[in-house]
C-alpha cells in the first residue's frame, strides 16, 4: 500500500511506453491529446506524484528560491514575503522560507539548510547580531546568486535592496524639529546593523542641522519591541530634563513607548511629540495616530525577486556592489503635530 507508483506501474497498466508516459505527463506535444489524458486519468487514480527532487537534480535546477529573514512575526516582512512571491509564483518559482529569530546561529543553519536544499538563489535580510558573513560563502563559491536586502552588508558579487534610512530619519526628525521639539530623544537597538545604524546617524545629522546639541543619554537602547518601548518611557518618566520628542526605530516600540507615557499622564503630542518608522497597522489604532515613515515592503520584495529572478533566467547580471535604493515617505499623523500645521 506504501510502495510509491512510478512511471513503470502505469506504462505496464496501459501497455505502452515508459517514454511515452513521461512525455505526456510532462504535458509534451508529441503526445496526443487522447492518449496524455488516459495517462493523467490513470497517474492520478493510482495516486502517482512527480519525483520533482530527481528531475531537478538531472537538470542541475531546483526552481526553488530561499528567503532568510529576521522574524515572520513582523508585518514589514510579511509584506516583503508577499511580494517575493507574488513574483516567485508567477515565474514559476517555489520559495523555502526560514526566519533566524534575530540570531546568528540560527541564520547559519538555515543557511546550511537552504544551500543543501540547492536553492537556485537566496535573498536575506541579515539578523541584528550578524557580523560574519562566512556562512555565505559556499553560496558565492558555487555562484549561486545572492542578494541582501533591508538588513544588508557589502558582499562581493551581491547586490543590495533598501531604503534611505539615514536620510528618512533625518526627515522624521527635522519633522519634530518644525514643530518645536528642541530635546529630542532616540529609541533603538545596541545593533551596527546598516538599518539602525543609518536612522541614528540621521538622527544626529537633523540636530546638526538644526543647531541642537547632540545628547547620547537620550539613546535608548532596547529590542524594539513594544515591552522595550514601554522600558524607554520609565527612562524618560524619570528625566530630570524631559524630552520633547522622541523618535524611535520602529512603530511597535514607539506605541509601547507612547502608551507607557498616556498612562503615567504625558499628554501627546502636548508634552513629547512621537515619530515611528515602519507604518505599521498598528500606527493608526494608537491614539494618537502616529507619525511614521512608510516603507515599501511589498515593493521590495517585488525588486529583490525580480532583481533575482532575471539573473537566473539570463536576462540582467547581480552586479557586485550594486545598491537599489527605494523611496520611503514621511506620513505625519497625530502624534506629532504640536503646531497642527499638517503638511
Same mark, same amino acid.
Given at each position: 500500500?506504501?510502495? =510509491? *507508483?512510478?512511471?513503470?506501474?502505469?506504462?505496464?497498466?496501459?501497455?505502452?511506453?515508459?517514454?511515452?508516459?513521461?512525455?505526456?505527463?510532462?504535458?509534451?506535444?508529441? *503526445?496526443?491529446?487522447?492518449?496524455?489524458?488516459?495517462?493523467?486519468?490513470?497517474?492520478?487514480?493510482?495516486?502517482?506524484?512527480?519525483?520533482?527532487?530527481?528531475?531537478?537534480?538531472?537538470?542541475?535546477?531546483?526552481?526553488?528560491?530561499?528567503?532568510?529573514?529576521?522574524?515572520? &512575526?513582523?508585518?514589514?516582512?510579511?509584506?516583503?514575503?508577499?511580494?517575493?512571491?507574488? *513574483?516567485?509564483?508567477?515565474?514559476?518559482?517555489?520559495?523555502?522560507?526560514?526566519?533566524?529569530?534575530?540570531?546568528? =546561529?540560527? =541564520?547559519?543553519?538555515?543557511?546550511?539548510?537552504?544551500?543543501?536544499?540547492?536553492?537556485?538563489?537566496?535573498?536575506?535580510?541579515?539578523?541584528?547580531?550578524?557580523? &560574519?558573513?562566512?556562512?555565505?560563502?559556499?553560496?558565492?563559491?558555487?555562484?549561486?546568486?545572492?542578494?541582501?536586502?533591508?538588513?544588508?552588508?557589502?558582499?562581493?558579487? @551581491?547586490?543590495?535592496?533598501?531604503?534611505?534610512?539615514?536620510?528618512?530619519?533625518?526627515?522624521?526628525?527635522?519633522?519634530?524639529?518644525?514643530?518645536? @521639539?528642541?530635546?529630542?530623544?532616540?529609541?533603538?537597538?545596541?545593533?551596527?546593523?546598516?538599518?539602525?545604524?543609518?536612522?541614528?546617524?540621521?538622527?544626529?545629522?537633523?540636530?546638526?542641522?538644526?543647531?541642537?546639541?547632540?545628547?547620547?543619554?537620550? *539613546?535608548?537602547?532596547?529590542?524594539?519591541?513594544?515591552?522595550?518601548?514601554?522600558?524607554?518611557?520609565?527612562?524618560?518618566?524619570?528625566?530630570?530634563?524631559?524630552?520633547?520628542?522622541?523618535?524611535?526605530?520602529?512603530?511597535?516600540?514607539?506605541?509601547? @513607548?507612547?502608551?507607557?507615557?498616556?498612562?503615567?499622564?504625558?499628554?501627546?503630542?502636548?508634552?513629547?511629540?512621537?515619530?515611528?518608522?515602519?507604518?505599521?497597522?498598528?500606527?493608526?489604532?494608537?491614539?494618537?495616530?502616529?507619525?511614521?515613515?512608510?516603507?515599501?515592503?511589498?515593493?521590495?520584495?517585488?525588486?529583490?525577486?525580480?532583481?533575482?529572478?532575471?539573473?537566473?533566467?539570463?536576462?540582467?547580471?547581480?552586479?557586485?556592489?550594486?545598491?537599489?535604493?527605494?523611496?520611503?515617505?514621511?506620513?505625519?499623523?497625530?502624534?506629532?503635530?504640536?503646531?497642527?500645521?499638517?503638511?
Amino acid at each position: 500500500m506504501n510502495k =510509491e *507508483v512510478t512511471i513503470y506501474d502505469i506504462a505496464k497498466r496501459l501497455n505502452i511506453s515508459i517514454a511515452t508516459v513521461s512525455r505526456a505527463l510532462q504535458d509534451h506535444p508529441v *503526445v496526443s491529446k487522447k492518449t496524455k489524458k488516459k495517462i493523467t486519468e490513470l497517474a492520478a487514480e493510482m495516486g502517482y506524484r512527480s519525483n520533482h527532487f530527481a528531475r531537478n537534480l538531472r537538470n542541475a535546477k531546483t526552481n526553488t528560491i530561499g528567503v532568510i529573514v529576521p522574524r515572520l &512575526n513582523s508585518y514589514f516582512m510579511s509584506t516583503v514575503i508577499a511580494g517575493i512571491e507574488s *513574483v516567485a509564483n508567477k515565474e514559476g518559482y517555489n520559495l523555502i522560507i526560514s526566519q533566524s529569530s534575530e540570531s546568528t =546561529e540560527k =541564520e547559519i543553519a538555515s543557511a546550511k539548510t537552504m544551500f543543501n536544499s540547492r536553492v537556485d538563489g537566496l535573498l536575506v535580510s541579515l539578523a541584528y547580531d550578524t557580523n &560574519n558573513l562566512s556562512h555565505f560563502d559556499p553560496f558565492l563559491h558555487k555562484n549561486i546568486p545572492l542578494i541582501f536586502f533591508d538588513r544588508v552588508a557589502e558582499v562581493e558579487n @551581491c547586490s543590495t535592496i533598501l531604503i534611505d534610512n539615514q536620510k528618512a530619519a533625518f526627515e522624521a526628525t527635522s519633522h519634530l524639529i518644525s514643530q518645536g @521639539c528642541k530635546r529630542i530623544a532616540h529609541i533603538t537597538v545596541a545593533s551596527e546593523m546598516n538599518v539602525y545604524a543609518d536612522r541614528l546617524a540621521g538622527y544626529q545629522r537633523a540636530l546638526t542641522a538644526h543647531q541642537l546639541k547632540f545628547d547620547k543619554k537620550l *539613546v535608548l537602547t532596547g529590542n524594539l519591541s513594544p515591552e522595550a518601548g514601554a522600558a524607554a518611557a520609565e527612562t524618560i518618566l524619570q528625566m530630570k530634563s524631559r524630552p520633547d520628542g522622541v523618535f524611535v526605530a520602529n512603530d511597535h516600540a514607539a506605541v509601547g @513607548c507612547m502608551l507607557a507615557l498616556k498612562k503615567a499622564g504625558v499628554a501627546i503630542p502636548g508634552d513629547i511629540a512621537f515619530a515611528g518608522f515602519n507604518n505599521d497597522p498598528v500606527s493608526t489604532v494608537v491614539e494618537p495616530n502616529l507619525t511614521t515613515i512608510n516603507y515599501p515592503g511589498y515593493q521590495m520584495g517585488e525588486v529583490a525577486a525580480s532583481n533575482l529572478i532575471n539573473h537566473l533566467t539570463g536576462s540582467a547580471v547581480i552586479r557586485s556592489a550594486h545598491t537599489t535604493f527605494l523611496r520611503a515617505e514621511l506620513i505625519i499623523r497625530e502624534s506629532s503635530e504640536k503646531l497642527g500645521n499638517r503638511k
